[in-house]
T-cell receptor, first 112, second 110 residues
Framework: DAGVIQSPRHEVTEMGQEVTLRCKPI?????LFWYRQTMMRGLELLIY????????DSGMPEDRFSAKMPNASFSTLKIQPSEPRDSAVYFC??????????FGQGTRLTVV | DQQVKQNSPSLSVQEGRISILNCDYT??????FLWYKKYPAEGPTFLIS?????DKNEDGRFTVFLNKSAKHLSLHIVPSQPGDSAVYFC?????????FGTGTRLTIIP
């Protein structure tokens, strides 16, 4: 398996634009997590899914953020409208058990 | 409110010496703990874990110690090697999800 695949690796967008981040989890993993890495807060959990169902979205910062998992092999994290303070590295991770998580390489988002 | 804290943002250690990275947590409901290693431009990778029923777990040069009464865990790397230079994240888990600390940047000096 190629591991967790995220796209794009880098995204630069203007404030107010919609941004969509994509993730393909490891095949067979039941859990999918979206994290955001910042200097101040480290790795923050935004939302996670179990068997494609959102379980906990309490980490989603605002209504501007939304996430979907239409099937077991694909998830998106959307920010609309984007703001400069959303600039960060966004990681997707998947897990078989909910314990050890395997991370993708991340998407570095810059909102100017 | 940071439930998992890594109070040292950075640490420098001479090659061959022991590196000790520390982590504190506040939630007594956490029942397993993990350390992840992260190189620049890559995602974090799992390093070692420990269950709350143990106080020590060893894997080669890496040992994790857990002190439940103090709500403290530490990662020992001995001997330290240049390839160990990375950011190390402590994570605590319970109820399906992991809570991460802010990370400690370890630099091994040749």
């Amino acid at each position: 398996d190629a591991g967790v695949i995220q796209s794009p690796r880098h995204e630069v967008t203007e404030m107010g634009q919609e941004v969509t981040l994509r993730c393909k989890p490891i095949s067979g993993h039941d859990y999918l997590f979206w994290y955001r890495q910042t200097m101040m807060r480290g790795l923050e959990l935004l939302i996670y899914f179990n068997n494609n169902v959102p379980i906990d979205d309490s980490g989603m910062p605002e209504d501007r953020f939304s996430a979907k998992m239409p099937n077991a092999s694909f998830s998106t994290l959307k920010i609309q409208p984007s703001e400069p303070r959303d600039s960060a590295v966004y990681f997707c991770a998947s897990s078989l058990s909910g314990i050890e998580a395997f991370f993708g390489q991340g998407t570095r988002l810059t909102v100017v | 409110d940071q439930q998992v804290k890594q109070n040292s943002p950075s640490l420098s250690v001479q090659e061959g010496r022991i590196s000790i990275l520390n982590c504190d947590y506040t939630n007594s409901m956490f029942d397993y703990f993990l350390w992840y290693k992260k190189y620049p431009a890559e995602g974090p990778t799992f390093l070692i874990s420990i269950s709350s029923i143990k106080d020590k777990n060893e894997d080669g040069r890496f040992t994790v110690f857990l002190n439940k009464s103090a709500k403290h865990l530490s990662l020992h790397i001995v001997p330290s090697q240049p390839g160990d230079s990375a950011v190390y994240f402590c994570a605590a888990g319970g109820n399906e999800k992991l809570t991460f600390g802010t990370g400690t940047r370890l630099t091994i000096i040749p």
